[in-house]
T-cell receptor
Framework: GAGVSQSPSNKVTEKGKDVELRCDPI?????LYWYRQSLGQGLEFLIYFQGNSAPDKSGLPSDRFSAERTGGSVSTLTIQRTQQEDSAVYLC??????????????FGPGTRLTVL | AQSVTQLGSHVSVSEGALVLLRCNYS??????LFWYVQYPNQGLQLLLK??????LVKGINGFEAEFKKSETSFHLTKPSAHMSDAAEYFC????????FGTGTRLTIIP
């Protein structure tokens, strides 16, 4: 597609429920990133994929968070047993490939998650 | 570790006035620096980037930034603010993953 897409755009859930957030990267982009944007914490890195593998999961805040990527394309971020502090905007980005230095990342519009 | 610090969480300027958003970085190696803009309810859009070469970089929408190693700064400027510039601006440094500053919300006063 023309850009990174994310779904849903908004998600409201009850505390304790599981949620799945989806990211469709730009076609041909092998690197995919998840970030979280929340009040008081700013923009935080969560996880990075190169192809289907995730060499850097250092930003996942707890074991309730997991992500997968299949076919080197679509990625799903899953949050189990959601808590109110999980409320945030979850941003996905993709880039052509990852080097040790620089690669421009293109961002999707985000999914706004609200946990009641 | 690499990080960036944005001075001023909120900046207000009059329409037509100079925009100056400050960013300082800390890095043990030459950094690659970015400015992103986020309009309300939208994702992040790259304004400009510094990797190597010319220290004055020009971006979209009339913005530019100058990499000053002696001051460890990468301030964002625009000579004349427009109402459409109202948004949140993030400075970021990259080494694989992006590390963002806390953001500066720019308000334009008519």
């Amino acid at each position: 597609g023309a850009g990174v897409s994310q779904s849903p755009s908004n998600k409201v859930t009850e505390k304790g429920k599981d949620v799945e957030l989806r990211c469709d990267p730009i076609s041909g982009h092998t690197a995919l990133y998840w970030y979280r944007q929340s009040l008081g914490q700013g923009l935080e890195f969560l996880i990075y994929f190169q192809g289907n593998s995730a060499p850097d999961k250092s930003g996942l805040p707890s074991d309730r968070f997991s992500a997968e990527r299949t076919g080197g394309s679509v990625s799903t971020l899953t949050i189990q047993r959601t808590q109110q502090e999980d409320s945030a905007v979850y941003l996905c980005a993709s880039s052509l490939h990852r080097t040790s230095t620089y690669n421009e990342q293109f961002f999707g519009p985000g999914t706004r998650l609200t946990v009641l | 570790a690499q990080s960036v610090t944005q001075l001023g969480s909120h900046v207000s300027v009059s329409e037509g006035a100079l925009v100056l958003l400050r960013c300082n970085y800390s890095s043990s190696v030459p950094p690659y620096l970015f400015w992103y803009v986020q309009y309300p309810n939208q994702g992040l859009q790259l304004l400009l980037k510094y990797t190597t070469g010319a220290t004055l970089v020009k971006g979209i929408n009339g913005f530019e930034a100058e990499f000053k190693k002696s001051e460890t700064s990468f301030h964002l400027t625009k000579p004349s603010a427009h109402m459409s510039d109202a948004a949140e601006y993030f400075c970021a440094v990259i080494r694989g993953k992006l590390t963002f500053g806390t953001g500066t919300r720019l308000t334009i006063i008519p």
